[in-house]
């Protein structure tokens, strides 16, 4: 079998959906025969003439898939034995069709064929799977009479999800007709696939902190000025999904007057399902450029469905006050069937894999505006709730009903208070 392949792959079969047209079949198990020979190259034996082509009547099938769909790849298989030829009689299992595996295109799973008939009587076929040819074996189970011209033919229906299918993929291998132990190499037959990849657009953003983080003393107000780092992830989405994603981010300064131990002491903050990670930049080399740059990788191997936005604080000693800090993001990605992660520069037309972002950094406060004080008590015969407090319950089993009242009931009352006010920042970023 000649399969050719840019990346490496595993080759498993995918589902085979089979209709025959003038004849059914049913699914055996695998025996080869030791005295099969394969003695000609071509599509005629012994007078009979065999066929097989793809949906387009060719014997190459070019797929472009540039959207999640299901591809459906239809195989004809004809064989015709005039008179001339049917001198004798052909008895069951002696006349056999061997069909290559072109369900290897699926990338992974194992799927075993499927097959459906036009006809569930007269079943003049059976159809078994050979592991080591990887091949779909069709013989005939009843006989073909002598001096009766014969015809007939059957289709194959390979079927696989467009996301499912390996890309750059080239299949060219030959049905093998046989007569009793002979047999023909017939015309090879060439299955050519190529599915176009995702991509995504990136948008990074930036805010001051939160008046929650502002007041959190993790971070440390007096001694940085800290801002907020979203950047959402959209997926364009195509035929070939990416399954592994890094996000890679450097800072630098416009001025050189900012020292490598300055740049050491920038922090890093964000939040993971393990908890929070506090880090500072450090000397990286950039997977875009190659160059050295202080950075960190907000994640690495981060599997593609679970990416939506990602969050981080960089926090900016204060010393660095009133310089200009440019940020710049790089996701990178590794798409099934490929070895390389894509970067920006091998980006596709319309991808956008990078964003940046400048800020003067400014220190900022918070200020308190004006706000307003209030009291409540509860019950347990109370609603629970400060804007509903006092009123009665909807349920009437939960009421304090009078005879409760003059049978000595005694109720437990809770005072509380709250202040609300608003907040707000004492300084812009530019």
Request: charged letters at 25%; proline letters at 3%.
């Amino acid at each position: 079998m000649k399969i050719t392949i840019n990346k490496k792959h595993r080759y498993l079969s995918l589902i085979l959906a089979v209709t025959i047209l003038l004849s059914t079949f049913g699914l055996l198990n695998s025996v080869v025969s030791a005295d099969e020979e394969i003695l000609y190259e071509g599509d005629t034996l012994n007078g009979w003439q065999v066929d097989s082509v793809w949906e387009n009547g060719s014997k190459e099938l070019d797929v472009l898939s540039s959207r999640n769909e299901e591809l459906v790849l239809k195989q004809t298989v004809t064989y015709y034995a005039p008179l001339t030829s049917m001198t004798k009689a052909y008895p069951p299992g002696t006349v056999k069709f061997k069909i290559p595996d072109f369900g290897v295109l699926k990338r992974s799973g194992k799927s075993f064929p499927i097959t459906t008939a036009t006809d569930q009587v007269d079943t003049d076929w059976s159809c078994e799977y050979n592991v080591t040819e990887q091949m779909y074996v069709f013989t005939n189970v009843k006989t073909f009479e002598a001096n009766k011209p014969l015809s007939g033919g059957f289709e194959l229906f390979w079927t696989a999800r467009s996301r499912e299918s390996m890309t750059d993929f080239s299949m060219t291998e030959s049905p093998i007709f046989m007569l009793e132990n002979e047999g023909t190499r017939m015309t090879p037959m060439t299955l050519n696939c190529v599915t176009v990849r995702d991509f995504y657009i990136i948008d990074l953003q930036r805010d001051f902190l939160t008046y929650a983080q502002y007041d959190d003393p993790s971070i440390n107000k007096n001694a940085y000025v800290s801002y907020n780092y979203r950047t959402y992830f959209y997926l364009q989405e195509r035929a070939r999904a990416a399954y592994l994603n890094d996000y890679f981010v450097k800072v630098s300064f416009k001025s050189d007057d900012v020292s490598d131990e300055q740049m050491s002491k920038i922090l890093v903050q964000y939040w993971t399902e393990d908890g929070k990670t506090e880090t500072y930049l450090t000397r990286l080399t950039d997977p875009g450029t190659g160059e050295s740059v202080w950075g960190f990788y907000r994640f690495k191997d981060r599997e593609s469905y679970s990416l939506g936005y990602s969050d981080f604080v960089l926090s900016y000693p204060k010393t660095l006050n009133g310089k200009t800090a440019t940020v710049d993001t790089e996701l990178l990605v590794l798409y099934y069937d490929e070895n390389e992660y894509v970067t920006y520069q091998s980006s596709v037309e319309g991808e956008i894999l990078v964003d940046h972002d400048d800020v003067k950094i400014n220190e900022y406060q918070f200020w308190y505006g004006d706000g307003n004080f209030s009291m409540i008590k509860r019950s347990p015969y109370e609603r629970d709730s400060y804007t509903n407090g006092g009123a009665a319950p909807y349920k009437y089993s939960d009421r304090l009903l009078s005879k409760k009242i003059f049978n000595n009931e005694r109720v437990n009352f809770t005072l509380g208070a709250r202040y609300r006010f608003s907040t707000g920042t004492g300084a812009s970023a530019s």
